[in-house]
């Protein structure tokens, strides 16, 4: 079994960046793909990022393309999201996910999934 625990969420002004972890422990020998989900108040969750077992593909949603860069680092079972030009929009919470499929957007895709940590950008 995988655990994922999110870190570095926070509040943020519009603009601004913020980068969260995402440790990963257990049985970490699979290799899994890994990435990002979000959810902000009142909607459905949303694909952020993903990327696969050797970090050499990712995969952006449009609405944070240019913005945001998802990085992995599996020495040390770490996986991060930069986020950079934060808007308002960004609020929400923000879920480290792992599965066996780096391109995919779909929720149903990834099958571990964090705690989740909020974001909240202030405009």
């Known amino acids: 079994q995988v655990q994922l625990v999110e870190s570095g969420g926070g509040l943020v002004q519009a603009g601004g960046s913020l980068r969260l972890s995402c440790a990963v422990s257990g049985r970490t020998s699979r290799s899994y793909a890994m990435g990002w989900f979000r959810q902000a108040p009142g909607k459905e969750r949303e694909f952020v990022t993903s990327?696969?077992?050797?970090?050499?593909?990712?995969y952006y949603a449009d609405s944070v393309k240019g913005r945001f860069t998802i990085s992995r680092d599996n020495t040390k079972n770490t996986v991060h999201l930069q986020m950079n030009s934060l808007k308002s929009e960004d609020t929400a919470v923000y879920y480290c996910v792992a599965g066996d499929r780096w391109y995919a957007d779909m929720p149903e895709a990834y099958d571990i999934w964090g705690q989740g940590t909020q974001v909240t950008v202030s405009s």
């Open positions: 990327i696969n077992w050797s970090g050499g593909n990712t």
